[in-house]
C-alpha cells in the first residue's frame, strides 16, 4: 500500500514538473515570437489605385489655369517608369553647374512644367549642415525626378550657421516661414537631405491627409519598425501645418522631434497616411552616424504640454543670408 | 575505521560530491585546503623548482573539483566539455573589435579545428569538445539574434517564425540522430570482443556494410560517418534524419546570416526587386553590438558553407548507393573515383533515392536478415 501512494506521489511530481515545464516553455514562446518585437507587418496604406484620389490639389493652380493659355497637367503624369531607381554616387561640382543650364532649373532652385500648368505647388525643404557630398549627390538626382512629375516646386535648404547640436525642427520651421515669403506654396515637403526615392510613382505631392513619405527605407530592410514613425521624409498641406503649430523649437541633437511632430497631428484630430511599401522605397546615402541626444526622451514627455505655445508661432531668428544658387535656395540661419 | 564512522551516509544535495579521497566536499569549499597548491606557492615564493608530480597533483584536484551543481551530487566537467563555453564568448568578443581582429580569429579558429579533429581521429579519445562545441554555438546565436537583431525593429514576424521554424527542425532532426544512433549498432555479446575482425563476420552476411567505429566501440550498421560535432554514428537508422537535419540546418544558417547581415548593414533588392541582400557593410564596427553580429552572420556563412558540402556529398554517394565508409575504401578517394568503383548495394539511380526517402523498408529488411544471421551463428 505504502509503495502504491508512494508511486502515485512520484507520478503527480512528474506531472507537476510537466506542467511547470510546459507552462514556463509556452511563456517564453510567446514573449519571443510577440509581434511586437518586430517590425510592423500591415499597417494601412493607400492603395496603387486610390493614389489619384488621395492627391490634393492646389485651388491656386485653377485661378491660374484662367489666366493663362496652358491648359491642366493632370495629377499624375501618364508612362512614368515603374522600376528602382539609384543615385549616381560620383558626382563633381562641374556637373552640377551643367544640370541647372541642362534641365532649364531658374535661379534658387524653382521649375514648373512649361507645357501646363501643375496641380502641385510644393516647397521642399530640406534642414542641413555639413552633408556636402550628400548635397550633391540629392541635388543631381532629385531635379531631374521632380521634373519627370510635373510639379511646380522649389527647393530650400536651410542651413544652421550657430555652432552646437543640430536643430533640425527649428530649421524646418525657419524653411516654412521663408518659403512663404517667396511664393504662397500649399503645399510643404520636409525631407533630410540623404534620402532618394527610388520609384517615381512616389508622387512629391500631398495628399488630404499628411503623409510619411520615407515608409521603406533601405536601412530598415524596407519594413516599417513602428507605426508611430514619422521622420525622413514627410508631406503636409500648409493649412494642416499651421493648424498643429508646426514642429516644436526645442530639439537640439539628434532624435524626437519627429515623434512630437506626430503627436501634434494625432492631438489634432488628423491621422497619418502612407504610400504602398512598394512605391515608397527610398534608399539612404552613407555618411557618418549622428549620437542621439540624452535629452530626447525628456523632451517629448514634456512637450506634449507645449503644442500651443512652442511652434510657428513663436518662432525667433535671424536670417544671416539668403542666396538663390542655381539649384538651390539657400538660407543660412542664425536659431 | 573512525572515518567511515562519523560520514554521513543520507543523500547528497546538489552541491556536494564525494571527491578522489571518498571524502563529502561541497562546491563552495573549492578554493580552501588543498595543500599542493600551498606547498608550490610557498616554493616558488623562496624561488625553488616545483617538482612536475606536484604540478599534476594540482591539476587532478583541480580536475576533480570542477563541478557544476547537480540532482545527486555535483557533476563533474571535464576541462574539454566546458572549454567551448567559454572560449566562443571569448573569441566572438575578440572578433567584434576590428576587421582584422574578425581575419585573425577566423584563420585560428579554422586552422585549430582542423589540427584538433585530426588529432582526435588519430588519437581517438572519445571527448564531447565538438558537441558541446556545436551546442555553444546553436545557442549563442540564436541568443544574439533573439537579443541583438531582433530590436532594431527590422525583421518581419512571419521571417522570424519560418527561421525558428528551421531552427526547431534541424533541432529535432539531430535529437533524434543522437537518441536512435544506438539502433544502429548490433549488440554483441561479449562487449570486449567489439573488433574489426567481428564485424567482418557480420559484413559478409546482411545487414551490409556493417563497420567497426574505433570511437563508438560498436558494430555500426550501414556506417557513414562518425559524427563528432553531434558525438554519435551515423547508421542505418538515422542516416536520413542525418541528412534532413543538414538541409534545415544549412538553411537556418543561411537564412538566419542574410536576415542578420541585412540588418547591420546597407541592403538592396536583386533578382527583381525579390531578394535583399547587403551591399554596402562599411560601418558595422562603429558599434559593438552592430559589430557582434556582424561576425556572428559571417560564422554563420562559414559553417553553412561547410554544410553544404557535406550535403552535397551525401546527397552523390546516396545517388551512387554508397556509404560513406564504403567510399573511404575506394581507391583514389575522390568524388570520381566513386563512380567507376563497383557499387555492390546499388540499384541504380531512383531506386537509391527511394530507398534512402522511405528507410522503414530497409529497416525491416535489415532486421529479419540480421535475426537470420544471430540465428544462424548461434
Given at each position: 500500500m505504502l509503495t502504491r501512494t508512494g508511486i502515485n506521489v512520484f507520478q503527480s511530481k512528474d506531472v507537476i514538473k510537466r506542467f511547470i515545464f510546459s507552462i514556463a516553455f509556452v511563456f517564453v514562446l510567446c514573449c519571443i515570437l510577440h509581434p511586437s518585437r518586430f517590425a510592423s507587418s500591415y499597417y494601412p496604406y493607400i492603395k496603387y489605385s486610390d493614389i489619384e484620389n488621395e492627391l490634393e490639389p492646389s485651388p491656386h493652380a485653377l485661378a491660374l489655369v484662367k489666366e493663362s493659355d496652358k491648359p491642366l497637367c493632370s495629377l499624375i503624369p501618364k508612362e512614368l517608369e515603374t522600376s528602382l531607381q539609384y543615385p549616381n554616387e560620383s558626382v563633381r561640382e562641374y556637373d552640377l553647374k551643367y544640370l541647372a543650364h541642362m534641365h532649364n532649373i531658374a535661379e534658387g532652385g524653382a521649375w514648373e512644367p512649361p507645357q501646363c500648368i501643375s496641380q502641385h505647388q510644393v516647397a521642399i525643404v530640406i534642414p542641413y549642415r555639413n552633408r556636402t557630398l550628400q548635397l550633391q549627390i540629392f541635388l543631381s538626382y532629385i531635379h531631374p525626378f521632380l521634373q519627370k512629375q510635373m510639379l511646380n516646386y522649389r527647393i530650400f535648404i536651410i542651413e544652421q550657421g550657430t555652432k552646437g547640436a543640430f536643430n533640425r525642427a527649428k530649421l524646418l520651421n525657419v524653411g516654412y516661414a521663408e518659403a512663404l515669403k517667396i511664393f504662397p506654396y500649399h503645399c510643404f515637403i520636409f525631407h533630410d537631405v540623404d534620402l532618394i526615392p527610388q520609384k517615381l510613382s512616389n508622387m512629391y505631392a500631398c495628399t488630404h491627409q499628411p503623409r510619411h513619405m520615407s515608409s521603406s527605407l533601405n536601412t530598415f530592410r524596407y519594413n516599417l519598425p513602428y507605426e508611430q514613425l514619422f521622420g525622413g521624409a514627410v508631406a503636409i498641406l500648409q493649412k494642416q501645418f499651421e493648424l498643429v503649430n508646426g514642429f516644436s523649437n526645442f530639439f537640439y541633437g539628434w532624435g524626437g522631434e519627429d515623434d512630437d511632430f506626430q503627436s501634434r497631428i494625432i492631438n489634432r484630430g488628423m491621422t497619418l497616411c502612407r504610400f504602398p511599401p512598394d512605391v515608397a522605397r527610398y534608399t539612404m546615402l552613407s555618411h557618418a552616424k549622428e549620437l542621439p541626444s540624452d535629452n530626447r526622451f525628456l523632451n517629448l514627455r514634456l512637450g506634449r504640454e507645449r503644442f500651443e505655445t512652442d511652434g510657428v508661432n513663436t518662432l525667433k531668428y535671424t536670417v544671416i543670408k539668403l542666396v538663390y544658387y542655381p539649384l538651390y535656395t539657400w538660407v543660412l540661419v542664425d536659431l | 575505521m573512525g572515518k567511515e564512522e562519523w560520514q554521513d551516509n543520507s543523500p547528497l544535495c546538489c552541491c556536494e560530491y564525494w571527491n578522489v579521497e571518498q571524502e563529502r566536499s561541497h562546491i563552495l569549499g573549492c578554493c580552501c585546503n588543498c595543500e599542493d597548491l600551498d606547498e608550490s606557492v610557498e616554493r616558488i615564493i623562496v624561488c625553488e623548482r616545483v617538482p612536475f608530480q606536484r604540478v599534476t597533483d594540482i591539476m587532478s584536484t583541480f580536475q576533480d573539483r570542477l563541478r557544476i551543481p547537480w540532482r545527486g551530487g555535483a557533476k563533474q566537467i571535464s576541462i574539454d566539455s566546458a572549454l567551448p563555453i567559454f572560449l566562443q564568448p571569448l573569441l566572438a568578443y575578440i572578433a567584434a573589435q576590428s576587421v582584422w581582429c574578425t581575419v585573425l580569429v577566423s584563420m585560428v579558429m579554422l586552422l585549430s579545428m582542423c589540427y584538433l579533429y585530426s588529432v582526435f581521429v588519430q588519437f581517438?579519445?572519445?571527448?564531447?569538445f565538438f558537441f558541446v562545441w556545436t551546442l555553444t554555438s546553436a545557442v549563442l546565436l540564436l541568443l544574439v539574434f533573439e537579443l541583438s537583431v531582433v530590436p532594431f525593429l527590422e525583421i518581419m514576424p512571419h521571417e522570424n517564425c519560418v527561421l525558428m521554424g528551421l531552427v526547431v527542425s534541424s533541432g529535432i532532426c539531430f535529437y533524434k540522430v543522437r537518441t536512435r544512433a544506438d539502433l544502429s549498432c548490433v549488440v554483441h555479446a561479449n562487449v570486449g570482443d567489439e573488433t574489426e575482425l567481428v564485424c567482418s563476420v557480420y559484413r559478409r552476411r546482411f545487414?551490409?556494410?556493417t563497420f567497426h567505429c574505433r570511437i563508438c566501440q560498436a558494430c555500426v550498421i550501414k556506417r557513414d560517418i562518425h559524427c563528432v560535432w553531434l558525438d554519435c554514428c551515423i547508421g542505418d537508422k538515422n542516416h536520413q534524419l542525418f541528412v534532413f537535419g543538414v538541409l534545415f540546418s544549412a538553411g537556418a544558417l543561411v537564412y538566419g546570416a542574410i536576415l542578420t547581415i541585412t540588418t547591420v548593414c546597407h541592403p538592396s533588392f536583386y533578382i527583381m526587386e525579390t531578394v535583399l541582400l547587403p551591399d554596402d557593410c562599411s560601418d558595422v564596427y562603429h558599434d559593438f553590438m552592430i559589430a557582434l553580429c556582424f561576425v556572428s552572420s559571417i560564422y554563420c556563412i562559414v559553417i553553412a558553407f561547410l554544410l553544404l558540402i557535406l550535403l552535397g556529398h551525401q546527397c552523390w554517394l546516396i545517388t551512387l548507393g554508397m556509404t560513406g565508409q564504403e567510399w573511404r575504401c575506394v581507391q583514389g578517394y575522390t568524388w570520381c573515383a566513386a563512380l567507376r568503383s563497383d557499387r555492390p548495394h546499388s540499384r541504380g539511380l531512383l531506386c537509391n533515392w527511394k530507398n534512402f526517402l522511405s528507410c522503414r523498408k530497409s529497416v525491416r529488411e535489415g532486421q529479419a536478415r540480421s535475426k537470420e544471421g544471430s540465428m544462424n551463428s548461434a
Open positions: - | 581517438l579519445p572519445r571527448t564531447k545487414p551490409p556494410s
